[in-house]
């Protein structure tokens, strides 16, 4: 079974983050599917919107840690940046659907999605700090955008896990879904999208975004931070000592 599945319904391109063993870690592979599925349905015009979830009890939880122990040499090129920037590119709407973990770029991904549900289940954590790593995504730019500087001081600089309803409060997600109910739900929300006249929903779109060059720079400085922070004895053994427990 594929650790990233693909399906196109009514105008909506499904992408499903499949590695539950793992908590749905995104691994170097993942991130290159989840890119190249981004960039074939922004150029294929029967899809209209994006759609990202895990599974029932989980989302992701981030980065695969293994990673960070054995690729520490980053750039635009990587991965996991990759992504991040082919996110930021996107002309067309994502929604997001989050059940269980959302950890690190599980949570910060969110940031450059349009509308976002989370079930009570969601559990949401910029843990950067306890790694001894940086954020990344243009956190650091739309996060104090978004919930204050104060707010996004504390969950950066503390690294703790918040709820879906604290995560509410923050307007980091739109709304609260039950979780038996949040993946029709969503779909639901991003058929209705789909189903928009295309170009005004992508002008739309740009337009709500006027700082997108703003966010490429900072996403650019949070690169040359996150490598050095990568490579240092700190963090390498907060990766250990998460992989030993
Ligand atoms: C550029 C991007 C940066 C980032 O994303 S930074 C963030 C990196 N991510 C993390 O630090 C999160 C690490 N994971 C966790 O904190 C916990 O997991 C969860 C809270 C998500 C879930 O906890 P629980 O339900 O108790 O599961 P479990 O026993 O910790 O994990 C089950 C198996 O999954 C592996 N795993 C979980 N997350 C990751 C990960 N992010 N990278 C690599 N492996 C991971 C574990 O090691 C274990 O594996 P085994 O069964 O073989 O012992």
Do not use: W
Not at 60 to 83: C, I, K, Q, W, Y
Not at 182 to 190: D, G, H, V
Not at 200 to 209: D, N, P, S, V
């Amino acid at each position: 079974m594929s650790t990233i599945q693909v399906q196109d319904e009514q105008g909506v391109r499904i992408i499903t983050i499949n590695r539950p063993e793992k908590r749905n870690a995104l691994s170097l592979e993942m991130y290159t599917s989840l890119t190249e599925y981004l960039i074939q349905g922004e150029s294929d015009n029967a899809i209209h919107a994006f759609l990202i979830k895990g599974q029932a009890d989980c989302f992701t939880s981030g980065n695969d840690v293994t990673d960070f122990l054995t690729n520490s040499n980053l750039d635009a090129e990587h991965p996991a940046f990759r992504f991040l920037f082919s996110l930021l590119d996107l002309t067309k709407p994502i929604v997001a659907a989050v059940t269980g973990a959302a950890v690190g770029i599980g949570t910060t991904l969110l940031l450059h999605c349009d509308l976002v549900y989370a079930a009570p289940s969601a559990k949401f954590q910029l843990p950067f700090i306890n790694l001894a790593l940086v954020p990344e995504a243009g956190a650091s730019l739309l996060l104090p955008q978004l919930v204050g500087l104060q707010k996004a001081s504390e969950l950066l600089l503390l690294g703790e896990s918040f709820n879906a309803e604290t995560a509410k409060s923050l307007n980091i997600i739109n709304e609260q879904i039950s979780d038996d109910m949040i993946f029709e739900y969503s779909l639901s929300k991003a058929i209705k999208l789909a189903g928009q006249p295309p170009q005004a929903l992508q002008a739309t779109r740009a337009l709500l975004r006027p700082n997108k060059e703003l966010v490429r720079a900072q996403m650019e400085m949070e690169l040359k931070e996150f490598e050095i922070r990568l490579k240092s004895d700190e963090a390498k053994m907060r990766f250990q000592a998460f992989l030993k427990k």
